[in-house]
C-alpha cells in the first residue's frame, strides 16, 4: 500500500490543471494509513478519500465466468463445448478466472493430440490435473515442505 508521502503527491497532481485520471484498487477495511498513526478506510488519507469516487465490484457469478470463458475461447479460436465450458465454470469459481482462462490453452493442445479440433471435459480434466492453481500450488508446497532443499 502506499504511504503518506505517496498520497500527497498524488493529492498535488489531481490539483494540477492536467489532472490525471488515477485509479486504485484495494480490499483494505479500515487500516493505518502507513508512515502515519492515523485509522482511515482502505488505509488511504481522509484529504484524499473525499476527492475518490469508490466502485464497489462484485465476484462473478456461474453464468458471468462461462460467458467470460466463451469469449475467450472465441478469440483464441478455440472450440469448446457447453458442457466444457460449464465445467471450466465450476473450476474457475472453485480457483479463479485467470486459472480457468489459462487452462483453455493446454486442453486445446491436449484435443489436437487426441486427435479433435474441439475440447471436451476430458481434455480439462487432464489439464488441471497438470497445472495447479496458486493456492493448490502453495498448499502443496507447504505440505511437502520437509522435503526441499534449504
Known amino acids: 500500500m502506499l504511504d503518506i508521502e505517496c498520497f500527497s503527491y498524488l493529492n498535488r497532481a489531481l490539483e494540477s490543471p492536467l489532472s490525471p485520471i ?3 484498487a484495494t480490499n483494505r477495511g479500515i487500516c493505518t494509513v502507513r508512515g502515519t498513526d492515523m485509522t482511515s478506510p482502505h488505509g488511504i ?10 466502485v464497489r465490484t462484485q465476484i462473478y457469478g456461474p453464468i458471468e465466468m462461462i ?3 466463451a469469449i475467450r475461447a472465441q478469440v483464441e479460436e478455440i472450440e469448446i ?3 466444457s465450458l460449464a465445467f471450466l465454470g465450476e473450476v474457475g469459481q472453485q480457483t479463479s478466472l485467470r486459472h480457468a ?8 493442445v491436449v484435443a ?16 488441471r490435473v497438470l497445472y495447479l492453481d496458486a493456492k493448490s500450488s502453495a498448499q502443496l508446497l507447504h505440505k511437502q515442505q520437509g522435503s526441499y532443499i534449504t
Open 22 to 24: 488515477v485509479i486504485l
Open 45 to 54: 488519507p481522509v484529504d484524499l478519500l473525499d476527492r475518490l469516487v469508490i
Open 67 to 69: 460467458q467470460i470463458l
Open 81 to 83: 463445448d457447453e458442457d
Open 101 to 108: 482462462i489459462q487452462l483453455l490453452s493446454p486442453a486445446s
Open 112 to 127: 489436437k493430440a487426441n486427435g479433435r479440433e474441439k475440447i471436451c471435459k476430458a481434455d480439462l480434466e487432464e489439464v
